[in-house]
């Protein structure tokens, strides 16, 4: 089976830092996504990575391990417009579908 | 350009009837994916859709179809509803669907079934 495993909700504070971790078990493997998802809204994409380390995109980072089944989605520079939901997908190299985490509510507070 | 589109937005229906969702991609996007969404358990892969085609599917229960025209819309059909399938249903768009293409995501229905 798939298996993505996300912690459900985290706090932080404004100004601070942030990982969202995620770790995942799949019968393969061709990337990981990390999306955002306001309440209400739609899904946006962030990042997309499939080789091992560190992709920096602006306050937001996207690490990879692949031997471990493992990433992590850190956000700096914590903004209140940051309060959303973050969601972890992982694409099956047999068939490129999308298999997803439940998402981590991330809840900033002032 | 623009983004994909869903409709209705939201929806009220009542157990045992049967619902249709639309979903129009961007221009130029040949695969559609949809999704179902509940509190609690993340998106769920419904199918994915590529030049009419449904190349990929979950595991859902037959009541749950869809097709997709030669324009690239896609339609989403729910029979005999139930209780259980109050959800927001969402449908995203990518050029091909293969590899690393970005899903594009439509803001969804709100299906809520009395």
């Known amino acids: 089976g798939q298996n993505i495993d996300q912690p459900t909700e985290m706090t932080a504070t404004e100004g601070a830092i942030v990982q969202i971790n995620c770790t995942y078990q799949?019968?393969?493997?061709?990337?990981l996504f990390w999306y955002q998802q306001h309440a209400g809204e739609a899904p946006t994409f962030l990042s997309y990575n499939v080789l091992d380390g560190l992709e920096e995109k602006g306050r937001f980072s996207s690490f990879l391990s692949r031997s471990k089944g493992y990433s992590y989605l850190l956000l700096k520079e914590l903004q209140m417009k940051d309060s959303a939901s973050y969601l972890c997908a992982v694409i099956l190299d047999s068939n490129y579908q999308l298999i997803w985490g439940a998402g981590t509510k991330l809840i900033i507070k002032p | 350009k623009a983004g994909v589109t869903q409709t209705p937005r939201y929806l009220i229906k009542t157990r045992g009837q049967q619902v249709t969702l639309s979903c129009s991609p961007i221009s130029g996007h040949r695969s559609v994916s949809w999704y179902q969404q509940t509190p609690g358990q993340g998106l769920q892969f419904l199918f994915e859709?590529?030049?009419?085609?449904?190349?990929n599917k979950g595991n859902f229960p037959g009541r749950f179809s869809g097709r997709q025209f030669s324009n690239s819309r896609s339609e989403m059909n729910v029979s005999t509803l139930e209780l259980g399938d109050s959800a927001l249903y969402l449908c995203?768009?990518?050029?091909?669907?293969?590899?690393?293409?970005?899903?594009?995501f439509g803001p969804g229905t709100r299906l809520t079934v009395l």
């Open positions: 995203a768009s990518t050029l091909t669907g293969i590899g690393a293409d970005t899903q594009y």
């Open positions: 799949t019968s393969g493997f061709n990337g």
């Open positions: 859709y590529f030049s009419e085609t449904q190349r």
